[in-house]
């Protein structure tokens, strides 16, 4: 069975999109799967901003795909880790939270970066292109060791 991993942003068109299409593709498909969601209700159902579309492409990734959908209690039960993209999300997933098995789960993106320093993934939706391709190469880094980790991990 596959070790699955779930990404979190706020409305999960933004950041957590780019966080499931960059980790996904530097996964083996065959042992893990990458999901993504949001903490608010607000574009449930709708694409991956247009922006985080482009940001992708330009980079070789097709995130078009995906479709946003909300964070529930039931995602600790279906996924073996929880990344989200800034403090607020991190307190919203938690406070779902059953036990302490579950919170264990959740974990911020960039601290796999910057260890232990919880350093929020900036939320581009009111900015400019720039700052989706900012979010894009912290997300890269970031996935780039996440992923080397995971592999190690469930090797």
């Not at 449930?44 to 990734?61: E, H, V, W």
């Not at 909300?70 to 993209?85: G, K, Q």
């Not at 307190?91 to 350093?119: C, R, Y």
């Not at 900036?122 to 780039?144: I, K, T």
Request: glycine content about 6%; hydrophobic content about 35%; some cysteine.
């Amino acid at each position: 069975m596959p070790v699955k991993i779930l990404m979190v942003c706020l409305g999960n068109i933004c950041r957590s999109p780019l966080a499931e299409g960059l980790l996904a593709a530097k996964l083996p498909r065959d042992k893990f799967t990458v999901d993504s969601a949001g903490t608010g209700s607000s574009h449930l159902g709708q694409k991956p901003d247009q922006r985080s579309i482009q940001t992708a492409q330009k980079k070789g990734l097709n995130i078009s795909n995906q479709r946003a959908r909300l964070f529930t209690s039931r995602d600790f039960d279906d996924f073996d880790y929880i990344y989200v993209m800034d403090n607020t999300n991190y307190d919203t997933v938690i406070a779902l939270a059953k036990n302490e098995t579950q919170k264990k789960k959740v974990h911020l993106i960039l601290n796999e970066l910057f260890p232990g320093d919880n350093v929020d993934v900036p939320d581009p939706y009111f900015g400019l292109q720039n700052g989706f391709d900012m979010v894009y190469e912290m997300l890269d880094e970031s996935c780039d060791i996440l992923s080397k980790k995971l592999i190690e991990k469930h090797s």
